[in-house]
């Protein structure tokens, strides 16, 4: 019980919780696949099939929610990450940026085109 004195409880509590949320929101996409999978087998091999299906999604979240803590523990991960998101958003941006300039220009050659025609 020594662990619960740690002045650090609170933030590894709340990693925890990340990693415990963002597993059981993946859990549902599984037993839909699984499900899926299964439903094309006959009937005596589904129930085998399911079985082993989810088994391998629990050892599989197991595995990717130590992988995610080992990762989280990084220096500089976090940052390296806030980058690779701000660039991206950056890069969207400028796309929807251009993209709203490009139709801007299409819309007025098309309002001249329809007042040419009126007045023509």
Same mark, same amino acid.
């Given at each position: 019980m020594e662990f619960l004195?740690?002045?650090?409880?609170?933030?590894?509590?709340? #990693? *925890?919780?990340?990693?415990?949320? $963002?597993? %059981?929101?993946?859990?549902g996409d599984n037993a839909v696949a699984v499900g899926l999978a299964a439903a094309a087998l006959p009937q005596e091999?589904?129930?085998?099939?399911?079985?082993?299906?989810?088994?391998?999604?629990v050892v599989m979240?197991?595995?990717? #929610? *130590?992988?995610?803590?080992?990762? $989280?523990? %990084?220096i500089g991960l976090l940052l390296a990450g806030g980058l690779l998101l701000l660039w991206v958003c950056w890069k969207m941006w400028r796309?929807?940026?251009?993209?709203?300039?490009?139709?801007?220009?299409?819309?007025?050659?098309e309002l001249e085109l329809a007042l040419s025609i009126e007045h023509g």
């Open positions: 004195s740690s002045p650090e409880i609170g933030s590894q509590l709340t #990693a *925890l919780g990340q990693v415990v949320m $963002m597993d %059981l929101v993946l859990a091999q589904r129930k085998k099939a399911i079985l082993i299906g989810l088994i391998a999604a979240r197991i595995g990717f #929610a *130590l992988i995610t803590g080992w990762l $989280m523990g %990084l796309e929807l940026r251009e993209q709203a300039t490009h139709d801007q220009a299409e819309a007025e050659a």
